[in-house]
């Protein structure tokens, strides 16, 4: 059976979180972002402020411009994580192939018929607004590009069904721009063309195509049309991780924890260069006794970020530490790999990520040109960690 899919986006996310805890503000317009210092940007806006031209990215000094009656609120993580986390595990009780690809927005795939799947997105759309008291817009398409678009023709709360049979007549005056995966550049040059809308998209000839889209048109318009999206890429590592064996055993010290660091960072260091995120982090650990023991649990952040990283192994690491005297051998790993090809605007809203960020793209520059060895983070270097350090 063909596969049906569902797409969750959850409307203005980070300010309808804002506005459901504060009354107050509630029917107007609140920007989110970082409101410290001249350099902030703008990580989202509600509906209301989205009518005064504001929207993600945008420097919070233009925001004020637009909009000085504004609320401008700098944001809490945790809040927006436990409301996330709310969504998904309701998106988890009525489908058993949920992909999270943000923290607010989940493909569902499902392989029944169309009117099951359309009753059972509706009753998640209503226990998602009963549960956490924020709207979701849902779309419902045969492939993932025709689920997006259709959760983004009606926002907010929309309900968007796009069945094959009515393609692709039923989204022919859509904007081009519409579509995931167009951006600014291929509109503009979809412009000079003369193609403005899906329509037009269609009755364009090869040649056209294969200029804006490249290697991608035929694949690009099959979507479009309602074609199944390709099977997965199969990635060959399960997992990936890295472990150090102590020259002696060890306490669970300063000495361990600045392994599990450098562990953390290389680790961190393979799933940029692969390109790839996981969804599961792992840990193990081997005592002097050579008994092995390991923990998992699943995950949303990013794994590329070795401090990130690091602050998911150390609750699994402090409670298994408790089994052992002495450890002989400490091991992180990331499995339930994918293609990290979603874009993370995490940074533009917290301040500490956005350093975090620029220090690992620094330190990548320096190891990509002299080796791994060129350049060791500062908290690596304390006394015994030096011996230990150069051994690996």
């Not at 210092?37 to 637009?66: C, D, F, Q, W």
């Not at 899906?198 to 991608?216: M, W, Y």
Request: aromatic share 8%; charged share 25%; net charge neutral.
């Amino acid at each position: 059976m063909d596969a049906v899919v569902v797409h969750i986006d959850m409307d203005a996310f980070f300010a309808s979180v804002e506005q459901r805890d504060v009354p107050s503000i509630r029917n107007r317009p609140v920007i989110v972002g970082e409101t410290r210092g001249n350099r902030g940007v703008v990580a989202t806006a509600s509906y209301e402020a989205r009518k005064y031209g504001i929207h993600a990215a945008m420097p919070m000094k233009t925001a004020e411009n637009l909009c000085s009656h504004a609320v401008f609120v700098q944001g809490s993580i945790d809040k927006y994580v436990d409301a996330s986390l709310s969504i998904f595990n309701l998106c988890l009780e009525y489908c058993a192939s949920v992909d999270i690809v943000s923290v607010d927005e989940a493909f569902l795939t499902y392989h029944d018929v169309w009117d099951s799947v359309t009753e059972k997105a509706t009753c998640l759309q209503k226990r998602i607004q009963g549960l956490t008291g924020l709207s979701a817009s849902v779309g419902i398409g045969p492939n993932r590009m025709l689920a997006k678009l259709a959760s983004s023709l009606n926002k907010p709360q929309g309900f968007t069904p796009l069945p094959e049979q009515g393609l692709p007549q039923s989204i022919a005056s859509v904007p081009v721009s519409e579509i995931s995966g167009i951006g600014t550049k291929t509109t503009a040059l979809f412009s000079t063309f003369g193609i403005h809308t899906i329509e037009e998209l269609f009755s364009a000839n090869g040649t056209i195509l294969d200029l804006c889209l490249g290697h991608r048109a035929h694949e690009f318009l099959r979507l479009l049309r309602g074609g199944q999206d390709p099977p997965p890429q199969r990635i060959k590592d399960h997992s990936l991780g890295h472990e150090f064996t102590f020259p002696h055993d060890v306490k669970p010290g300063r000495e361990f924890w600045v392994t599990v660091r450098r562990l953390c960072d290389q680790v961190s260091r393979r799933l940029r260069q692969q390109h790839l995120q996981g969804t599961v982090v792992r840990v193990k650990l081997r005592g002097n006794r050579f008994e092995t023991r390991s923990r998992e649990r699943a995950v949303t952040g990013d794994m590329q970020n070795p401090f990130m990283l690091y602050r998911m192994t150390e609750g699994l690491l402090c409670v298994l530490t408790t089994n052992f005297e002495r450890i002989r051998l400490v091991g992180v790993s990331a499995a339930g790999l994918y293609d990290a090809v979603q874009p993370d605007f995490t940074h533009l809203l917290f301040p500490g990520i956005h350093r975090e960020k620029k220090l690992i793209s620094a330190l990548d520059a320096v190891w990509d040109r002299y080796g791994e060895q060129s350049l060791i983070r500062g908290g690596f270097l304390r006394g015994s960690e030096k011996e230990l350090m150069s051994d690996e």
